[in-house]
């Protein structure tokens, strides 16, 4: 019961990320459909990954987590959400725009 | 100290550990379990076990009780980990100029408070993967260092590469 609402409210934060990937990919897409480009495959592996890494992690967390004690569980799930807040950023920020576009010649 | 030389060679603390003052000092252990003897089975295992931990951890070669191979092993797993907590700290502080720059004003507030505590929570990860691995790997020393090791792959700052450096 306690473990529910431990996974429960770590997973309000991961919800947040797979939402805040959603509208990554859907802002993505508007670019690229208003750009008349494509996406390289790295910029295909990056919006989706930025949605599914989050959904990943935290199946990973409770499946490691749920023989554990509700603190190494908490600490398992917490651990999960800095590697995604570490991945959500390497794919936002560490990803030049140059690279996920196919811009051709325009690059 | 007797000898101002010998004081390079130890660690801070080393006397008070052989002296038995430290906190995973065997006597005091002892100590504690003998109040009861119920109790003074399970403390025997553990104070064992203990030990050997201490051993592989911090190994100072006047204290090491251990045989002479499995002193040397854990000296190399201390450089070992020593580089990695190097390595970890750098990757921290990459982390920490990437938050500082604090890179994007979302117009949302609450988007934008997210996505900065975002950039504070990786700044911790990197202390907290550390501290993981070795919680991991505590009683396998290979364990330890796959952990380290593939942490600190997930945990390389990209955006200080490409963006913030």
């Known amino acids: 019961m306690i473990k529910s609402i431990i996974a429960g409210s770590f997973g309000l934060f991961f919800a947040w990320n797979v939402w805040a990937g959603i509208g990554n990919f859907l802002g993505i897409q508007n670019q690229r459909l208003q750009l008349g480009l494509d996406l390289t495959v790295l910029g295909w592996f990056v919006i989706l990954l930025d949605v599914f ?16 004690s509700r603190w190494a569980f908490a600490g398992v ?9 570490v991945i959500n950023l390497d794919l936002v920020l560490g990803v030049p725009v140059s690279a996920m576009f196919a811009t051709g010649a325009a690059s | 100290m007797d000898n101002t030389d010998d004081e390079a060679l130890n660690w801070a603390g080393d006397e008070a550990r052989q002296r038995g003052g430290g906190t995973w000092s065997v006597p005091k252990r002892r100590e ?3 109040l009861s003897p119920s109790s003074d089975k399970v403390a025997v295992p553990e104070l064992v076990e ?15 009780s251990g045989t002479a191979g499995s002193g040397a092993a854990s000296s190399v797993a201390l450089v070992v980990t020593g580089i990695f907590a190097g390595i970890y700290l750098l990757f921290t502080v990459a982390w920490l100029i990437t938050a ?10 609450l988007g934008n408070a997210m996505f900065i505590a975002g950039l504070w929570l990786a700044v911790a990860a990197g202390p907290a993967v550390f501290a993981a ?3 991991a ?11 380290l090791f593939a942490g600190a792959l997930v945990l390389i700052p990209w955006p200080y590469f490409t963006w913030a450096g």
């Open chain 1, 77 to 85: 799930l917490l651990l999960a959400l800095l590697l995604v807040a």
């Open chain 2, 137 to 147: 790997g505590r009683s396998r020393l290979w364990v330890r260092f796959v952990c």
């Open chain 2, 100 to 109: 500082l720059r604090d890179p994007i004003q979302i117009a949302d507030p």
């Open chain 2, 50 to 64: 203990g030990v050997k931990l201490t051993d592989q951890v911090v190994s100072t070669p006047s204290t090491g």
């Open chain 1, 53 to 68: 890494a989050p959904i990943l992690l935290f199946v990973a967390a409770i499946l490691v987590g749920r023989k554990l």
């Open chain 2, 32 to 34: 504690g379990a003998s």
């Open chain 2, 133 to 135: 691995s070795l919680m």
